[in-house]
């Protein structure tokens, strides 16, 4: 389905709306606006829809979270949008950690995925 931005701006105005009339009522603030499934694919890689995204945003003067390296970063910033990256698998495929009975082992396991998410954020930042 194709949307135009400002069909996008007026969806997630609208969701996050709803939604922040229930947090207002119960005395908390929103914090922050994380495109989910679809959008957030599609704004990764398409500046405009990213860019409908920050204009939905900016009204709420909140924070926003998406990939780095890829447009949501670059439109977001761009936009003066706060801007939080986050890190996923090249394959995209989501990081699983179980913690067996064995805790030597999972300890170790746990130590090599801290030392990857580090070396990732050293490299980001």
Do not use: W
Request: charged share 25%; hydrophobic share 40%.
């Amino acid at each position: 389905m194709k949307l135009s931005n400002l069909e996008i701006k007026n969806i997630i105005m609208y969701q996050v709306g709803a939604l922040k009339s229930f947090l207002d009522e119960q005395g908390i603030q929103l914090n922050h606006i994380k495109p989910h499934g679809a959008l957030y694919g599609m704004a990764s890689k398409d500046e405009e829809v990213a860019r409908a995204i920050a204009d939905a945003v900016a009204v709420f003067q909140v924070s926003v979270f998406g990939m780095v390296n890829t447009c949501h970063e670059k439109v977001y910033k761009e936009r003066g949008v706060k801007f939080y990256g986050e890190f996923y698998r090249r394959n995209g495929s989501k990081l699983r950690l179980r913690l067996g009975r064995n805790k030597q082992k999972s300890s170790l396991l746990f130590s090599a995925i801290l030392l990857r998410i580090c070396s990732l954020y050293a490299d980001y930042y």
